[in-house]
């Protein structure tokens, strides 16, 4: 049991959930609204300024919009992900409107103003959770010597179908020109501000590796953390923890690749292995990946090469990108 009477969600809690987030239909898609700059999402939508992450000594809530003043509210006991809680520890879902949330069970109930949360838990004690804005220990990091820049933000010289926009590199199906064995990558993302959106249709791209092996990006701000969310390998593996931050706010990865190992005569010798911090945060540890490519990958052919290119996914959500460098041989 959690400091607020509640045991961590069961699977059938979580397939409720997943069934409720399956993506919109595609012409739905076309209308929802997706906000890039975070200065108009301020101004237009009210509810951008009371979404996001809030904490006291012994709570940590991840607030999420879903349009039309509605909200998703997670109670994570001990704090933030990576800052208090992990794994194990009890996550308790409220849903409802701003001045009306509670839990499935009606014992847990807390309303929503802009900078704090009001919660009373089962047994009558309240609380209150102040808003508050995390930001990547890497965001910003410069490139060492011996880097190859990417993407800063003056043009996309080193990109197949690269776009850009107010100096942020786009979601456009780009592949760098340059192809890589071993290294070290730094990529900073930003995901659309998208509350009438679901599941995979909000804020949805991805990085992929040689062209073969996804890293995700999407929007799954609050949610349990699955393969195919941000921090998964798509249809490998899920994040050890969901480190998501919320939409508009600029997050990072920051990954080591090595890739598959080859003898002379051509015969893999070795899978490729990576290992993946979100925000900071490490989310997969020297995993091995043991297939040709993943899903949607450019490069879909039998593995017969230790490089290849950084591709970043158009799934027709307009995720943005910045300081992109990567350190070869590492």
């Known amino acids: 049991m959690s400091i607020l009477g509640m045991k961590r969600i069961p699977a059938l809690g979580c397939l409720s959930l997943f069934l409720t987030l399956l993506p ?5 898609k076309k209308a929802l609204k997706a906000w890039t700059d975070p200065k108009a999402a301020s101004a237009e939508d009210p509810n951008f300024l009371i979404q996001g992450e809030y904490r006291d000594e012994t709570i940590g809530a991840q607030v999420v919009a879903l349009g039309e003043g509605k909200f998703d509210v997670y109670l994570l006991d001990g ?28 014992k847990i109930t807390a309303t929503l103003a ?7 838990a089962e047994d009558g004690k309240t609380h209150k959770l102040t808003r508050t804005e995390r ?19 003056t043009n996309a010289d080193e990109w197949v179908n ?16 340059r192809s890589f064995g071993d290294y070290h990558l730094h990529l900073e993302f930003r995901t659309p501000y ?3 959106a679901r599941g995979q249709g909000r804020g949805n791209s991805g990085i992929y590796h040689s062209g073969r092996w996804e890293t995700q990006i999407l929007d799954s701000f609050g949610l349990e953390g699955r393969e ?10 899920k994040p050890r923890l969901n480190m998501c ?66 591709f970043l996914q158009n799934h027709k959500d307009p995720v943005e990108f910045r300081n992109i460098w990567i350190v070869p041989g590492k």
């Open 24 to 28: 919109a239909h595609a012409e739905e």
């Open 79 to 106: 704090g933030l992900p990576g800052a208090g809680w992990e794994p194990g520890k009890s996550r308790t879902k409220l849903s409802g409107g701003q001045k009306e949330i509670r839990d499935k069970a009606g």
């Open 114 to 120: 802009e900078g704090t949360l009001s919660l009373t």
């Open 135 to 153: 930001e990547s220990p890497t965001l910003g990091a410069s490139p060492p010597e011996g880097a190859v820049v990417l993407f800063d933000g």
């Open 162 to 177: 690269g776009r850009v926009v107010d100096g942020h590199l786009q979601a456009s199906n780009a592949t760098s020109k």
């Open 194 to 196: 998208m509350p009438a």
């Open 228 to 237: 195919n969310e941000t921090g998964g390998i798509y249809s490998v593996a």
């Open 245 to 310: 931050l919320p939409p508009l706010a600029w997050q990072t990865y920051d990954v080591d690749f090595t890739a598959a190992k080859f003898d002379a005569q051509g015969k893999r010798l070795a899978w490729p292995r990576i290992t993946v911090k979100l925000n900071g945060v490490t989310v997969h540890e020297d995993l091995e990946l043991t297939k040709d490519f993943t899903a949607s990958a450019p490069i879909n052919t039998p593995l017969t090469s230790p490089e290849g290119p950084v």
